[in-house]
């Protein structure tokens, strides 16, 4: 284990957690004994102040294995990690995990992206305001005058590459304000932060998902029902697109009850604030940043 580990102390300070049972979560306070009174499990006290996540552990069992670990104990939901809210996280660890599920996440909307540009011939998909709204006495002709900065801003090669990286940056670390207690600890409040990062692991998963759609999607066109089959596929993977955003939302609730201990309000509103919080996300750099530039780029265009 690296020399950065955090071990609490014997003795608890007012702001320490209570040592939970990791099998069970009985209150370990007062209790000396080898084994857990409520469940028998032994306890072993010197790994109760060391976090127990995987990417932790990496400097001892390799980084490609303590982050898929991670992230597939996230993504079921273990019991192993059940206490880890609790226990101590190095919020550095952390981030660095969430960097990685970041950058995952950011290739899948790029190579989303990359797809739809080859099979559109280029950017011109975007360029295109509807034809019906152009016409000056159009009541919807104010729409028009808004889609064209945006179309110009979104043609400009690297303008929706950047406002996708940034996207997918945004979207994993929004999710940190659900998790702020005001009243808390800094220790509790890092600690929390700490778990927001592990909450987000299973973004990661749609890197594999659509890995294998544009794979599938590739030998089902030689195929003689190429309509049919591609339409099959397509629904099939939007259904399981669909399911691993759930997954991924329902984690990342799962962890602010354990981080906060809020009741089922608390929760609804988690989840309320998290959804409004991707949704400015999507809208901030995928509407008005491609807005903003394509109208400095009329206007220096403009000027010339
Ligand atoms: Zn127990």
Redesign the pocket.
């Known amino acids: 284990m690296g020399n950065d580990c955090v071990i609490i102390p014997p003795t608890q300070t007012p702001d320490d957690d209570p040592p939970l ?1 990791p ?2 979560g ?1 209150d370990l306070r007062g209790v000396h004994a080898e084994r ?1 009174s ?2 028998g ?1 032994t306890i072993d006290w010197a790994a109760l102040g060391l976090s127990g996540v995987p990417w932790a552990a990496r400097r001892d069992i390799g980084c490609v294995r303590a982050y898929l670990r991670t992230l597939w104990l996230v993504t079921i939901n273990s019991r192993r990690l059940k206490h880890e809210a609790v226990k101590p996280q190095l919020l550095a660890d952390a981030r660095s995990f969430r960097r990685i599920t970041a950058v995952a996440f950011a290739a899948v909307l790029l190579s989303v992206f990359a797809v739809a540009v080859i099979e559109e011939n280029g950017l011109v998909f975007m360029a295109v305001p509807p034809e019906p709204l152009r016409a000056t006495a159009s009541p919807l002709r104010w729409m028009y005058d808004l889609t064209v900065p945006w179309s110009a801003g979104a043609t400009l090669w690297p303008v929706i590459p950047a406002c996708l990286i940034f996207l997918a940056f945004a979207l994993a670390s929004s999710v940190q304000a659900l998790f702020r207690v005001a009243s808390a600890s800094p220790r509790q409040q890092d600690r929390a932060a700490a778990i927001s990062c592990y909450a987000i692991a299973p973004l990661a998963l749609f890197l594999p998902w659509w890995v294998l759609w544009v794979f599938v999607r590739m030998a089902v066109r030689g195929s003689p029902l190429v309509w049919f089959a591609s339409a099959g596929v397509a629904s099939f993977f939007v259904f399981v697109g669909a399911l691993l955003l759930l997954v991924a939302i329902v984690r990342i609730m799962q962890w602010v009850s354990r981080s906060r201990h809020c009741g089922f309000t608390g929760i609804v509103a988690a989840m309320a604030k998290l959804l409004g919080l991707w949704l400015l996300c999507i809208v901030v750099l995928l509407g008005v940043l491609p807005w903003c530039s394509g109208f400095l780029w009329i206007v220096a265009d403009s000027l010339r």
């Open positions: 049972c099998n069970c009985y857990c409520e469940c499990q």
